[in-house]
């Protein structure tokens, strides 16, 4: 009974610990991500359209990293260990 | 049969991922789908009933504007043979625009039934209130825990939510990626063998549609050869073997570009390494694709009614502290409607990202079927 209180006290704190350490490198990835871009457009205003749908997809690639932390994040939460 | 039996085995044994049979969830969750597939057909029909040669009525102008930004994405990727592939792309788009949406209006996560049980519980999907067999349950936020006894014994205890969007459900998105990994894959079978049965005459920058196979206009009759292109059969063939060799697509320009005896022995076992990358990246696209779209969306779904919970617990406490101490029955209610305001701002901020993932979807299908479609000759 108290090895389960231990593993809900670890869960707890690995999930937590999962998605925070997880969307840092995340935040910066793609903080450069937009700022480049933006520079670009700055540069260049009538490419607008086409740059702004590759910032997109390079967003969401970026993006699907802090998903895959968050989904291992879900997993320790939701399933019945 | 064996995998019933390992489905029980494993539905035992508890885990991750379980074969179970098709529970009540998983009909709510096709139901939904289903009925986001009304809204799409229902607004489709409006356009098509308003469409006028001299003067389209709004639902028509509404949806054009939808396809020509779908078509214009599809043209700037894939130039004008992205024509061909609007159709599917836009209906991966709709769809899943039409799913993430559902979520965001009210109930959508938060209304569940016990099936065999009465009426209907709202808003208590994060089990910090008890459940009804476990009065004294510990208050823990992972609350299937305490439910294990009543597991044993009635087996039909557990809630199954009733309004829930198809996309914040693993099982749809996983099955739209299954999708678009198969059209990628067939696409680019399709090209490779249309381009062997053609004999690589046509250069592709002037495609503007694809009819029936295009066959070189060289001017010698119907009976010519190289007029009628290859056989079907073994331009099927020849087309697998043409398509199998994309898979070490760097290669061929690795060994272009060194010259001497160490391209003899440097590429050939690059070969083998892009072979493995490039098979592991196919399968990669996937498990991305699936959970880039669930963990967004249940995310998202997950805030909203975790703070319409939040603002529930205040209210309920302002409202029953009203006789006792008015000042913190005053608090609980301001802070309740503080939550309110919040929650509003964050279905806004819910409904972008929803637009937003469906956008990324369909931009990565687009991306994935150019790079299947465009051949190196």
Same mark, same amino acid.
């Given at each position: 009974m108290e090895g389960k209180i231990v593993l809900q006290l670890f869960l707890a704190l690995s999930a937590a610990l999962a998605i925070g350490l997880g969307t840092i490198g995340t935040g910066l990835a793609q903080g450069n991500a937009v700022a480049k871009a933006m520079e670009a457009i700055g540069r260049?205003?009538?490419?607008?359209?086409?740059?702004?749908?590759?910032?997109?997809?390079?967003?969401?690639?970026?993006?699907?990293?802090?998903?895959?932390?968050?989904v291992v994040a879900l997993i320790l939460l939701f399933v019945k260990w | 049969m064996w995998f019933l039996a390992a489905a029980e085995g494993a539905a035992e044994g508890g885990g991750l991922v379980t074969f179970t049979p098709p529970g009540l969830e998983d009909w709510v969750i096709i139901g939904w789908t289903w009925a986001a597939m009304l809204v799409i057909l229902v607004i489709a029909s409006l356009a098509r009933a308003a469409w006028n040669e001299k003067a389209p009525g709004g639902w028509a102008g509404m949806f054009e504007h939808i396809y020509h930004w779908v078509a214009g994405l599809a043209n700037g990727m894939m130039g004008p043979v992205g024509r061909?592939?609007?159709p599917f792309t836009m209906t991966i788009f709709l769809l899943l625009l039409v799913s993430n949406w559902f979520g965001l209006l009210p109930g959508f996560g938060a209304v569940e039934a016990v099936p065999g049980g009465q009426g209907v519980t709202v808003g208590l999907t994060w089990s910090m209130a008890p459940k009804p067999a476990e009065k004294k349950a510990?208050?823990?936020?992972?609350?299937?825990?305490?439910?294990?006894?009543?597991h044993e014994a009635t087996h $039909?205890?557990?809630?199954?939510? /009733?309004?829930e969007s198809p996309t914040s459900n693993?099982?749809?998105?996983?099955?739209?990626?299954?999708?678009?990994f198969l059209s990628f894959t067939f696409f680019g079978l399709h090209e490779h063998y249309r381009s062997v049965r053609e004999g690589g005459h046509h250069s592709h920058g002037d495609d503007?549609?694809?009819?029936?196979?295009?066959?070189?206009?060289?001017?010698?009759?119907?009976?010519?050869?190289?007029?009628r292109g290859r056989d079907p059969i073994s331009s099927v063939v020849l087309g697998f073997v043409s398509w199998l060799s994309h898979f070490v697509?760097?290669?061929?320009?690795?060994?272009?570009?060194? $010259?001497?005896?160490?391209?003899? /022995?440097l590429v050939p076992p690059m070969c083998l390494l892009f072979i493995g990358l490039n098979i592991v990246e196919e399968l990669a696209r996937v498990i991305s694709l699936t959970l880039r779209l669930f963990g967004n969306i249940a995310g998202e779904h997950q805030v909203k009614v975790g703070l319409f919970i939040v603002m529930g617990v205040f209210g309920g406490m302002a409202m029953t502290g009203l006789q006792e101490n008015l000042f913190m029955a005053g608090t609980n209610g301001i802070l309740s409607?503080?939550?309110?305001g919040i929650s509003v701002f964050v279905t806004l901020i819910g409904s972008l990202a929803g637009f937003v993932q469906a956008m990324v979807f369909m931009l990565l299908t687009m991306s994935y079927i150019s790079h299947a479609v465009a051949l190196e000759h």
């Open positions: 260049n205003p009538e490419s607008t359209g086409r740059l702004q749908t590759v910032m997109i997809i390079g967003l969401a690639f970026i993006e699907s990293l802090a998903i895959y932390a968050l | 061909n592939y609007v510990e208050g823990e936020a992972h609350g299937e825990q305490p439910a294990e006894a009543a $039909e205890a557990e809630p199954v939510g /009733l309004l693993l099982n749809t998105t996983l099955a739209m990626a299954l999708v678009a503007h549609g694809h009819g029936p196979v295009e066959v070189a206009d060289t001017g010698n009759g119907p009976h010519d050869v190289e007029a697509q760097p290669t061929p320009m690795l060994w272009n570009s060194m $010259e001497g005896a160490m391209k003899y /022995l409607v503080v939550i309110w």
